[in-house]
């Protein structure tokens, strides 16, 4: 077959440029360290970067919500253990008010300082975190506790002190317990990567999330003793132990039982911090895995998408070398024209 020079110039331009464009390809990779700019150069690896970036996101995601996780365990527990130093204040008042030789004056002195813990238990149960109350359930935006101008203790706009699950039905006190049950079940869930799921009914299946939701309601308890008739909530046990103090006819025997029940509320107290340390412990946990699980997803990500330096300038520059190379051959292969004789 018979070589033209127009065969040789064209087969000679078409290679040029292809070895242009590897050129500009090449130094667009060194220029962004990455292997591909769109996925039509490399439609396998941006299936595999989509979905790396996909789970590292969702891992990113997961890590921002243990954090949260971790802080708002964190605070409330401070808060708890705050709460039980106040119980303990109490505990060690009470000992001295019940020593048979204190006169009514002294006792009365004694309420006085139970009263002013009493209240500060309250405060410690309505502290925000992060603009959240820590102690109020799902609705996190209001106050869970109050107290009624009667002394009596209100959660969310519930009568905590008459709460009676022995009432007879429809009763005040009946409504009232019936209510905190319900209140005492709120959740907050958080997603921190349990493999999230629905149920059929759509509700979300509580081993796949994380309840960082804390009713305040659980802590100081509610409704009566089905024997004794004395109230589960240690706020209005306080209550009645300051009553028995000022009573003129005081005797061991009316307070013990309200002794008795404080000091169970307080071991009770005590489980809850112990929980919540439990569950800080479990967060940790997940933590570490998922701080891990981030490194090893950058480190994929970084294989597929991204390039090594120094392997992609040596690649660029030989090819540069080549084009160099290319453009001075070309002087040579291409036969001079007419014009190149009429200069």
């Not at 964190?74 to 009470?94: D, F, P, R, V, Y």
């Not at 009566?224 to 706020?235: A, E, L, M, Q, R």
């Not at 300038?313 to 540069?320: A, F, G, L, V, Y």
Request: hydrophobic share 30%; with cysteine; glycine share 4%.
């Amino acid at each position: 077959m018979r070589v033209t020079n127009k065969m040789i110039t064209s087969r000679y331009s078409r290679d040029l440029n292809k070895s242009l464009s590897d050129l500009n390809t090449l130094s667009q990779k060194v220029e962004t360290g990455r292997k591909f700019q769109t996925g039509a150069e490399d439609p396998i690896g941006a299936v595999k970067a989509y979905r790396l970036r996909r789970e590292y996101y969702k891992n990113k995601n997961y890590d921002t919500n243990l954090k949260e996780a971790d802080s708002t365990l964190t605070s409330a527990e401070g808060n708890l253990m705050q709460l039980n130093k106040n119980l303990q204040a109490i505990h060690t008042s009470c000992l001295k008010g019940i020593n048979g030789t204190m006169t009514l004056d002294e006792r009365e002195i004694i309420s006085n300082e139970l009263k002013n813990i009493q209240h500060s238990i309250v405060t410690t149960l309505n502290s925000e975190f992060n603009d959240k109350y820590l102690f109020s359930g799902n609705s996190m935006s209001t106050p869970p506790f109050s107290v009624s101008n009667d002394n009596h203790l209100l959660y969310k706009g519930v009568d905590v002190s008459i709460a009676d699950q022995n009432a007879t039905a429809g009763s005040d006190e009946k409504k009232a317990y019936d209510a905190l049950v319900e209140l005492s079940k709120e959740n907050v869930y958080l997603d921190i990567g349990l493999s999230l799921k629905v149920n059929p009914d759509s509700s979300i299946d509580k081993n796949s999330v994380f309840d960082i939701g804390i009713p305040g309601i659980n802590i100081l308890g509610f409704g009566k003793d089905s024997t004794t008739g004395i109230s589960k909530n240690v706020y209005d046990t306080i209550t009645s132990i300051c009553d028995e103090l000022e009573d003129s006819n005081f005797s061991m025997n009316s307070i013990s039982p309200y002794l008795d029940t404080f000091n169970d509320q307080k071991n009770d107290i005590l489980k809850e911090i112990t929980s919540i340390g439990s569950k800080s412990q479990y967060i940790d946990f997940l933590k570490s895995r998922t701080e891990n699980n981030n490194i090893n997803l950058n480190s994929k990500m970084f294989e597929v998408e991204c390039v090594d330096p120094a392997e992609a300038i040596m690649d660029w520059k030989m090819q540069e070398y080549s084009y160099n190379a290319a453009l001075q051959m070309g002087m040579k292969v291409i036969q001079p024209s007419f014009l190149d004789f009429m200069r």
